[in-house]
């Protein structure tokens, strides 16, 4: 069975930093490019990064752009998004989410359950 | 970017028909036929329902279709039943090789 495994969330003051995990279990990881989905309390989705299937090409949302990094290590068939100096803005459930093949993740057909980011003081 | 326009509801008797719309531009809707669909239930994580504007992922019903028209993208749903209400999203690949979604637009089966 395909599953996605978000971990990682948490309360963090504005300005801190948080790292993500997406543990992938189920389907050839490296063969798929990834991305990080995320959703505010009441609001609507927001993509916010994704990569490749090797980690050669990384994209990101203009909101996170020299915030937030995205990087994969396929030999442990795990997705990581660094966040830093998060902003009350950035609380949301983020989802890890599965692209079609190697390079296409404008679909995303699997989802993880996700995992809580709360920035406050 | 800006969201894809969505209306924020809409609904539907069972039995009937729906139609959500998915409005872009030429630089993102009109622009691709990448174009996805998702619904989503309270407290759930999203579920592809229609992917490239109008396919159907294995295990989809075939009560759910999808089209595109110039920068609007449309997703049918015919023979409403009780379970398809839920929040239903678009999302398009765009020029600046990224993913942008739609506001949303919560369906009620009345």
């Known amino acids: 069975e395909v599953q996605l495994l978000e971990s990682g969330g948490g309360l963090v003051q504005p300005g801190g930093s948080l790292r993500l995990s997406c543990a992938a279990s189920?389907?050839?990881?490296?063969?798929?490019?990834m991305s990080w989905v995320r959703q505010a309390p009441g609001k609507g989705l927001e993509w916010v990064s994704a990569?490749?299937?090797?980690?050669?090409?990384?994209y990101f949302a203009d909101s996170v752009k020299g915030r937030f990094t995205i990087s994969r290590d396929n030999s442990k068939n795990t997705l990581f998004l660094q966040m830093n100096s998060l902003r009350a803005e950035d609380t949301a459930v983020f989802y890890c989410?599965?692209?079609?093949?190697?390079?296409?993740?404008?679909?995303?057909?699997?989802w993880g359950q996700g995992t809580t980011v709360t920035v406050s003081s | 970017q800006s969201a894809l326009t969505q209306p924020a509801s809409v609904s539907g008797s069972p039995g009937q028909s729906i139609t959500i719309s998915c409005t872009g531009t030429?630089?993102?809707?009109?622009?691709?036929?990448?174009v996805s669909w998702y619904q989503q239930h309270p407290g759930k994580a999203p579920k592809l329902m229609i992917y490239?504007?109008?396919n159907r992922p294995s295990g989809v019903s075939n009560r759910f279709s999808g089209s595109k028209s110039g920068n609007t993208a449309s997703l049918t749903i015919s023979g409403l039943q009780a379970e398809d209400e839920a929040d239903y999203y678009c999302?398009?690949?765009?020029?600046?090789?990224?993913?942008?979604f739609g506001g949303g637009t919560k369906l009620t089966v009345l």
């Open positions: 189920g389907f050839t990881f490296s063969n798929y490019a």
């Open positions: 030429s630089s993102d809707v009109g622009g691709y036929n990448y």
């Open positions: 490239d504007v109008s």
């Open positions: 989410a599965k692209g079609f093949n190697w390079m296409d993740y404008y679909g995303m057909d699997v």
């Open positions: 990569i490749s299937g090797r980690g050669g090409n990384t």
């Open positions: 999302s398009s690949y765009t020029s600046s090789n990224t993913v942008v």
